[in-house]
Nanobody, 121 residues
């Protein structure tokens, strides 16, 4: 499945951003989807994931209560609503597809190009 992430940008601390991931190719609704991020000099980390039906979601502890992942299987999109942003949220954000909602990046077979989120202090 081909993935295209968008919506990144520059925002002040406390602000909000909404990332979107458009999927095409092999039936996107067959895949669990997730967002990962990679900050400069750090390893890529799991942010949030959602099951094929949308009934199961997982979040990294660092974003619980601030980020919300959703999907629309008609429009083949996955969104990440980010609120109360902090400077430590600054990273390149990637969407990815897998067979189930797992937090390990190596289980994800398809990746989109990243979108940069910068949170200024």
């Amino acid at each position: 499945v081909q993935l295209q992430a968008s919506g990144g940008g520059l925002v002040q601390t406390g602000g909000s951003l909404r990332l979107s991931c458009s999927a095409s190719g092999r039936t996107p609704s067959w895949y669990a989807m997730a967002w990962f991020r990679q900050a400069p000099g750090k390893e890529r980390e799991f942010v949030a994931g959602i099951s094929q039906s949308g009934g199961t979601t997982k979040y990294a502890d660092s974003v619980k209560g601030r980020f919300t992942i959703n999907r629309d299987n008609v429009k083949n999109t996955v969104t990440l609503q980010m609120t109360s942003l902090k400077p430590e949220d600054t990273a390149v954000y990637y969407c990815a597809a897998a067979n189930s909602v797992v937090t390990t990046q190596y289980e994800y077979t398809d990746w989109g190009h990243g979108t940069l989120v910068t949170v200024s202090s």
